[in-house]
């Protein structure tokens, strides 16, 4: 079969084996596959991230050496159907393979779908459903990663949300924090079309970073943070008030105020650059006890102020990948309209056209994400 193979950075179009199932695994022929940052990463900073895997305990992500066929966004169909499989489906990308269990278009134990056809394991599979479009569907993978930063994000009810970045990864993180029903989104991203398509998402307040703070932006959208003499000030007062009632138990007044969500409470921040300085630059300009979500992936070494973060309580959480039930979840997020996906999809191209498309992908203005169909011919067309 035809699949798009990367090796020593070069991407080329190459005969390779058709895939083989073993028990409890499908062949699924793609019907599409979304060209993902990782990918982007995957061909040009292959060992920083196969050294950063493997301090995780995962040894076998791509070299540079390597030839892998990418891919892990996909939709397809099940190889000869049956009375369970008609239709679309989308996959978790993982397949039992070699000894282990490897990541699908990360490995040359696991093939991507950048190809006519792709492996998958039949537990990790899920029919499309409510008639979503295959070209929707293959968006179930990174609207999962999307929804477990959010989980993780815990946005807690009437606490405003600010996205960093406004690239494919940051735009699904605004469609299901809308989905999710979070009040005030705040998105800040230096490009116009980013910040368009933010707020098709449902973002409540866009930025251009380089003319507003996006943390000054969540105030004028009615959020209060407060200051260190602020919090001082209210930490006095209060007590003030509580012991001027006599026989007050007041300790138990003031742990049941916490408990109700009393205190400083800043935004929470979802980093979706991924560049080095940014951390560094949230943490310097966020208010007190605010949260960083780190969905951005930096594969550069990156310098912080810890005294900083201390003095203001930062709370930095570090996010990878998804559930299975956030996965399901993130795939019904699309089929009942929570999410769309059409906002998103910006191009199509066959599979001689993948070195083109990445190029584009380079440009903001251009495309947001770009879809590689193995039956479609090989140049980038716009959707």
């Known amino acids: 079969?035809?699949?798009?193979?990367?090796?020593?950075?070069?991407?080329?179009?190459?005969?390779?084996?058709?895939?083989?199932?073993?028990?409890?695994?499908?062949?699924?022929?793609?019907?599409?596959?979304?060209?993902?940052?990782?990918?982007?990463?995957?061909?040009?900073?292959?060992?920083?991230?196969?050294?950063?895997?493997q301090a995780a305990g995962y040894d076998d992500l791509m070299r540079p050496g390597d030839a892998v066929v990418l891919g892990h966004e996909f939709c397809g169909e099940v190889e000869g159907?049956?009375?369970?499989?008609?239709?679309?489906?989308?996959?978790?990308?993982?397949?039992?393979?070699?000894?282990?269990?490897?990541?699908?278009?990360?490995?040359?134990?696991?093939?991507?779908?950048?190809?006519?056809?792709?492996l998958v394991q039949e537990s990790l599979t899920f029919a499309v459903p409510n008639g979503l479009a295959p070209d929707a569907a293959a968006l179930t993978e990174p609207t999962a990663v999307a929804l477990h930063a959010v989980d993780r994000g815990q946005v807690a009810r009437g606490r405003p949300?600010?996205?960093?970045?406004?690239?494919?990864?940051?735009?699904?993180?605004?469609?299901?924090?809308?989905?999710?029903?979070?009040?005030?989104?705040?998105?800040?991203?230096?490009?116009p079309a980013r910040r368009a398509l933010a707020r098709a998402l449902g973002a409540d307040v866009v930025v251009d970073p380089g003319e507003e703070s996006p943390f000054d932006a969540a105030v004028g959208a009615g959020a209060?943070?407060?200051?260190?003499?602020?919090?001082?000030?209210?930490?006095?007062?209060?007590?003030?008030?509580?012991r001027a009632v006599p026989l007050l138990p007041w300790q138990h007044v003031f742990r049941l105020a916490e408990a109700a969500g009393a205190g400083p409470q800043g935004p929470v921040v979802f980093e979706c650059?991924?560049?080095?300085?940014?951390?560094?630059?949230?943490?310097?300009?966020?208010?007190?006890?605010?949260?960083?979500?780190?969905?951005?992936?930096?594969?550069?070494d990156d310098v912080i102020k810890p005294s900083i973060a201390i003095n203001k309580e930062v709370d930095l959480r570090f996010v990878l990948g998804y559930t299975p039930a956030e996965?399901?979840?993130?795939?019904?997020?699309?089929?009942?309209?929570?999410?769309d996906a059409n906002v998103l999809v910006s191009g199509r191209v066959g599979l001689a056209g993948v070195e083109e498309a990445f190029a584009a992908l380079a440009d903001p203005e251009t495309h947001a994400k770009v879809l590689v169909d193995p039956s479609a011919p090989g140049q980038l067309v716009r959707t």
């Open 1 to 53: 079969m035809r699949a798009v193979v990367c090796q020593e950075g070069a991407l080329e179009v190459r005969d390779v084996p058709a895939p083989r199932p073993a028990r409890g695994q499908l062949v699924l022929d793609v019907l599409a596959c979304g060209i993902c940052g990782s990918d982007l990463h995957a061909r040009h900073h292959a060992d920083a991230a196969a050294d950063a895997a």
């Open 273 to 300: 650059v991924g560049v080095p300085g940014i951390l560094d630059t949230l943490i310097t300009s966020a208010p007190l006890a605010t949260r960083v979500v780190v969905v951005g992936v930096c594969m550069a």
């Open 161 to 191: 949300a600010i996205v960093v970045g406004c690239g494919p990864v940051g735009l699904g993180v605004v469609g299901v924090l809308k989905a999710r029903g979070v009040r005030t989104v705040v998105a800040s991203d230096p490009s």
């Open 81 to 118: 159907g049956g009375r369970r499989w008609r239709g679309p489906v989308v996959a978790m990308p993982m397949v039992r393979a070699a000894g282990g269990v490897h990541l699908t278009g990360l490995t040359t134990h696991a093939p991507g779908a950048y190809a006519e056809q792709v």
């Open 327 to 339: 996965f399901r979840a993130a795939l019904h997020l699309l089929a009942e309209g929570e999410i």
């Open 224 to 242: 209060r943070f407060l200051d260190a003499q602020q919090l001082f000030g209210l930490a006095v007062g209060s007590m003030e008030k509580l």
